[in-house]
């Protein structure tokens, strides 16, 4: 585990951001956190102070909004997160590319994927896709096959049934 | 016909006809010793040990076509290939291959055949400046450079040969190693002079115009054909004169063991001695990195140039004591 | 300095440069002998010297991320081999175990053995591509002659047991396709005394070459902050001395089993992330020899059902591939076929940084550095 932890998880929770600690056995990290896309920079600045990296950004297709993921892991230890942020309702997404420079490119790669505005991003043109596929957007889903936010997270209690779930949702 | 100019018309054909076998037997050499070194058989395919290979490999060259890229300068871009070959061949002119093995005796065969070489570096910056790319551009900003660098050490270290003899004539200087090589009393001068050497035939760790992992191939990027044969001709032949001038100068030129018809039969020592150092050159090439740049330059101006100053001082001191 | 912040400006939109000044564009790529593929790098140059480097990626793309979507896990598994063709193994071994993690499958004990096993082995291939290529980038043709000459004697030992020399499709969901038998065990111990017998010959040929520790040493540097901002992985950020690897970080398979070292670097230059690799392979060697003498028998595949089952959510595998980091991030709604699948490569991070890094340097240097990155284009495309 990330020696300072303790100290991060305080940081974020200072943000007022819910920070769900995970089993990793079962989902390969360790802390899950459901942003608003306001308070990703702010996010993104603690884990730059507390030595955490960058390693991928990478979006998500579900309705209601295109979900934006974040992961960062650590030098340090054993300490991954990841951020889930809902892009805004105009389809964007600050940048974090001035703060993690990593970011750059998996923006720009997220944004001929998914269409989504990185907001102050120095250079967003794109990367993978030539100039002409620009309207292209690869990774939207279609109609029939977008799914909600809710059925693709974990059921939240262990014993709890997907049905079960789905009924409190609706 | 006079005998004179039939005698200067065999010459001709036999000089060129030596640069294009020259050209053969060195490539022969190359991709087979290269071969060797990086445990592969290499040639194999064509005749016995693919001895052929480089013969099928002219007449491939011979039959390409000759692709001038589009915004180049036709001219210059058709010329630049015979600008680098004909001086060439000119240095086998006055070369001393035995006593009596040399088409034409002159005072300042040394002068001349430095002369000759150094006509190279133009065809290079003519290439390079027709093709019309950028890599070539680059690859003959560097060859220059370099060219104009490297022949100041590599005269200054001659010099300290000539010192000694008093003449520019190759037989001469040949005449003078009578008790021993020039290479026992100049080792620092024939070491500087090699170096040199390597540096102005542009071969590995030297190669930097034709550095094909940072420039694909230099200055000669969009020959094609005979167009690039050319140039390969002349470095092959640049080779083997940079080598024979060593030969002569520091290594007794043809003399060795007296064989019968001693005259004539002395180019078997000269031809032992220069591919001996062409072997070296390739050994070399096929076992280091190559420098960079600046290194490049730091080392001429740096050390071999000072160092070379310093041997043609203490050789003018020790000639006028003794 | 004007003219450089116009220069870049203009350069957003690859117009020429302004008249005024005197630096010009160099196209480096797709088609050039160190690029390794179809990398191109636009090279803003000031004579020789690079004033702006900026890569241009996509032209191996081809949408794997996609692919997945549409696929069972057997039927995207060829796909994993095809993004690192150089060590193709540690991607099917992510790629495996993220369902088995999600799924919550048993594998065999002899079957992570054999996984250990044959992907070191494919992690000392890489090693050994890599330096013949960087070498070769630096104009040494030799190495990569002699280092092919051992890639041989493995890729011959995994193809036995694979079924193929490169793009591997042999783990499966719950172990391996294949069981191992005497003779690769055999074979296996033969490579092993020859390879650290090999070594000798690399130190004389290049580690102790004058004009490689000179053409190499403080040439590329990566500062550790500088590593972190990027999110460099891999023998990369080992060369800055940073001792991260996910083999030891967040422990996966049997890797707790077997005692090895990191081997780090200190000053972060390409002669370190040289030294760096070739040290992982000694490393290699001694988790591969202690593998095979605590193999231990059993089934090679465990039970695993027709279909698989995924519960909904998400769940993500970090391995340690030759090149750093390797992260599957799976998204799954329920079924047999992914609802997302994010794949992180290390070479994409590590590659993003030579814009930074390569400012300012010579085009040597450039293409010294860009070798120490070990980078494989078609796993940055995808």
Redesign the interface.
């Not at chain 1, 043109?125 to 030539?130: Q, R, S």
């Not at chain 3, 519960?311 to 970090?318: E, H, M, N, V, Y």
């Given at each position: 585990m990330h020696p300072d932890t303790e100290k991060l998880i305080n940081a974020l929770r200072g943000l007022s951001l819910t920070v769900e600690a995970c089993d990793y056995?079962?989902?390969?990290?360790h802390f899950a956190i459901d942003a608003e896309s306001g308070k990703l920079r702010a996010l993104a600045e603690v884990m730059?102070e507390h030595?955490?990296?960058?390693?991928?950004v990478?979006g998500?297709?579900v309705k209601p909004a295109i979900e934006i993921?974040y992961?960062f892991?650590t030098?340090a230890?054993?300490c991954?997160f990841?951020v889930r942020v809902a892009v805004a309702p105009d389809n964007s997404v600050p940048t974090i590319s001035d703060i993690?420079?990593?970011a750059?490119?998996?923006e720009r790669e997220t944004r001929d994927?998914f269409g989504v505005d990185f907001t102050g991003h120095p250079?967003l043109?794109?990367?993978?896709?030539?100039e002409e596929d620009v309207d292209l957007k690869?990774?939207l889903k279609k109609e029939e096959a977008l799914?909600d936010t809710a059925?693709?997270?974990?059921?939240a209690p262990v014993e709890a049934k997907?049905e079960v779930e789905k009924a409190e949702q609706g | 016909m006079p005998p004179e100019l039939l005698r200067m018309i065999i010459a001709a054909v036999l000089v060129v006809a030596f640069v294009f076998l020259n050209a053969m037997v060195l490539g022969y050499m190359e991709r087979k010793v290269s071969a060797h070194i990086q445990r592969r058989p290499g040639l194999m395919e064509v005749g016995p040990h693919g001895i052929l290979q480089l013969l099928v490999d002219g007449f491939k060259l011979i039959g390409k076509q000759l692709v001038v890229p589009e915004g180049a300068n036709r001219f210059l871009f058709r010329l630049a290939p015979i600008l680098s070959f004909a001086p060439c061949v000119l240095p086998f002119v006055v070369m001393p291959f035995a006593r009596k093995l040399q088409i034409v005796s002159m005072d300042i065969s040394l002068i001349f055949i430095l002369a000759m070489t150094s006509i190279n570096v133009i065809a290079i910056l003519v290439a390079g400046w027709a093709s019309n790319n950028k890599y070539s551009l680059f690859g003959t900003f560097r060859s220059v450079a370099q060219a104009v660098s490297y022949e100041i050490p590599m005269l200054l270290s001659l010099l300290s040969v000539i010192l000694m003899t008093s003449t520019f004539s190759l037989q001469g200087i040949i005449a003078a190693q009578k008790y021993y090589w020039f290479i026992l009393v100049q080792p620092l001068a024939f070491i500087i002079y090699f170096i040199s050497g390597l540096a102005e035939t542009n071969r590995a760790p030297f190669d930097m115009p034709e550095a094909e992992s940072e420039l694909t191939a230099g200055f000669h990027t969009e020959y094609s054909g005979m167009g690039f044969s050319f140039f390969f001709l002349a470095e092959y032949a640049n080779m083997f004169t940079v080598c024979s001038i060593a030969t002569v100068l520091f290594l007794g030129g043809w003399k060795g063991i007296p064989l019968p018809l001693g005259d004539y039969t002395g180019i078997f020592w000269f031809m032992l001695k220069v591919y001996g150092l062409l072997f070296v050159m390739i050994w070399v090439r096929w076992t280091y990195p190559r420098v960079r740049f600046d290194q490049l330059m730091t080392f001429c101006w740096k050390y071999l140039i000072p160092f070379a100053l310093a041997n043609l001082l203490i050789t003018a001191v020790l000639v006028k004591l003794i | 300095m004007e003219i450089l912040a116009e220069n870049r400006a203009v350069h957003?939109d690859l117009e020429p440069a302004a008249p005024c000044s005197n630096h010009y564009y160099l196209n480096m790529g797709p088609q050039h002998p160190s690029t390794h593929g179809v990398l191109r790098v636009l090279l803003e140059m000031d004579g020789e010297y690079v004033v702006d480097p900026q890569p241009v990626?996509?032209y191996g793309?081809r949408?794997h991320?996609?692919m997945a979507?549409h696929k069972d896990w057997m039927a995207f598994m060829p796909n994993t081999g095809r993004m690192d063709y150089a060590a193709a193994l540690p991607y099917n071994h992510g790629y495996v175990a993220?369902f088995e993690?999600l799924c919550?499958i048993e594998v065999p004990a002899r079957a992570e053995y054999i996984r250990v096993i044959t992907s070191e082995l494919n992690r000392i291939v890489s090693h050994h591509l890599w330096i013949g290529a960087m070498l070769l980038d630096m104009g040494a043709f030799t190495p990569i002659l002699y280092t092919f000459d051992d890639r041989e004697q493995v890729l011959d030992i995994l193809e036995d047991v694979t079924g193929s020399r490169l793009t591997y499709c042999y783990f499966r969901v719950g172990g391996v396709c294949k069981d191992i038998d005497d003779r690769f065990v055999e074979k296996t111990r033969a490579f092993i005394k020859r390879q650290r017998e090999r070594f000798d010959i690399y130190n004389k040929l290049v580690t102790g070459n004058i004009i490689f520790i000179k053409r190499t040493e403080g040439v590329g540097i990566i500062s550790p902050e500088m590593?972190?901002?990027?999110?460099?992985t891999g023998p990369v950020?080992r060369g800055s001395g940073?001792?991260?690897d996910v083999r030891k970080?967040?422990p996966y398979s049997v890797y707790p089993n077997f005692d090895f070292d990191i081997p780090v670097g200190r000053n972060g230059d390409s002669y370190d992330r040289y030294m760096v690799r070739l040290l992982e392979m000694e490393q290699s060697l001694r988790i591969i020899e202690q593998a095979l003498d605590q193999l231990p028998d059993g089934p090679f595949l465990g039970k695993v059902p027709k279909k698989l089952k995924m519960?909904?959510?998400?769940?993500?595998?970090?391995v340690e591939a030759a090149r750093g980091?390797l992260?599957y991030?799976l998204?799954?709604?329920?079924g047999d076929i992914p609802?997302?699948l994010?794949i992180?490569v290390p070479s994409?991070?590590n590659l993003?940084v030579l814009p930074?890094l390569c400012q300012g340097m010579l085009l040597s240097d450039l293409v010294a550095a860009m070798g120490s990155m070990d980078l494989v284009i078609p796993e940055i495309?995808?």
């Open positions: 056995q079962q989902r390969g990290y730059l030595e955490m990296f960058l390693a991928f990478g998500l297709h993921i992961q892991a030098y230890g054993a991954r990841v993690f420079q990593g750059n490119w998996h994927f250079n043109v794109p990367l993978i896709l030539a690869p990774l799914k059925e693709v997270r974990w059921a997907p | - | 957003a990626l996509g793309h949408m991320e996609k979507e993220l993690r919550g590593a972190r901002r990027y999110g460099v950020v940073i001792a991260y970080n967040e519960p909904t959510g998400d769940c993500s595998f970090a980091e992260t991030y998204v799954s709604g329920g609802y997302r994010k992180r994409y991070s993003s930074e495309d995808r």
